[in-house]
């Protein structure tokens, strides 16, 4: 009887390597096929945005919004760890040159890579080539002429005075949030609620993150974390900040992804909302937004039109934000600035600002001044 062919470690992973291949070729090419078909408009509305992604979306938040802890935070926190293990188990097998379990860790590293981007594309990437949220905010477009920039900078800025003498404030000139975290979350979900089916029906509730002040030092208020359909708010911000911070965050996780696009929603629910705390959010950085497009004269002009305690929380939220101002800030900007650009985004983290036109159509809608 004929000896039996043995075969060695090497043997069976030079065995297993087509099927590992085939195995990263297939999650490639889904991750490929879903990134491809998101750039298609029509595709990206309906089937994504209003279809798959949503319904992924919305059943993940029925676990995740229940649950007290931020999802992100902690798996933030295990990335962290993880990448100083991989870095040591990395440098261990060249130093001993154990190939084979180098390969193993590489395959492993580029196939749990391609999940994450695949279970992107199906979660969010899609919503950048969605139709843009003003028609559903139900503004209309408008010529914008500096006569028209200059009427509702001053708009907003009476208004943020009319609301300010509403409000109750601290000993260092703050307002004093007149409801708790939770109350602020169920007012914006109602007023998200009362929009068409642009947005989301699913319920948003948004997580506190523990960490709020190593996350200023990255210059981060707030984040949503798609795979988790998790909305999460950094704390350690002026109080006015909060509501319209809330707002955007809950604006990404309802299918709005251009960042311009997400501070128009929370500008306009905070702004058109029958609740003064979430008007004075909503007019701080709307009179903030407006003020700053206007030529320096007229600029100076309007802002000593207001009142003194709106001037005196501007500079002390300018006073809150310097403190956590610096290198890792800078780093943190330039990383989030690249990723909205790979996204399609073509001013990055500029795009935060550029919100000054959708302004003037909100102004002329609420002064009647819309055709």
Known sequence: MPKEKLCGGGALLRAGKPRCLQRLACLALAAAAVFLLA????????????????????????????????FYELTALLLIAGAAALIVCLIAYIVKKNKRALAVLLYRLAAAGLCVLLAFGALYAPLYNRAPVLSALGLSETEITAEKVYAAAEYYVERLNDTSRKLSRDEEGNIVAPCSFDALTDLLNAEYAALDGYFSPHEVRPKQ??????????????????????????????????????????A?????????????????????????????????RAAAVMLNALPEEEYAELYGRLSDEVKAEYRNANEHYAKYEGIIDGISSFFN???????????????????AESLVYLYEQLSGEQA
């Open 39 to 70: 750039q298609i408009p029509v595709l990206a509305e309906y089937f994504f945005a209003r279809g798959i992604t949503r319904l992924l979306s919305g059943s993940i938040a029925l676990i995740t919004n229940y649950i007290p802890i931020s």
């Open 209 to 250: 993150v523990a960490l709020s002040v190593p996350m200023s030092y990255l210059g981060i208020t707030g984040i949503y974390f798609p795979f988790y359909a998790e909305a999460n708010v950094n704390v350690n911000i002026p109080s006015y900040e909060l509501p319209v911070t809330m707002a955007h965050e809950m």
């Open 252 to 284: 990404h996780a309802k299918g709005v992804s251009h960042e311009r696009d997400a501070n128009v929603a929370a500008y306009v629910i905070c702004i058109r909302a029958e609740n003064d705390y979430l008007n004075y959010s909503g007019l701080m």
């Open 337 to 355: 600035d690249l990723f909205l650009k790979a996204n399609g985004v073509e001013g990055g983290t500029r795009s935060y600002s550029q919100t």
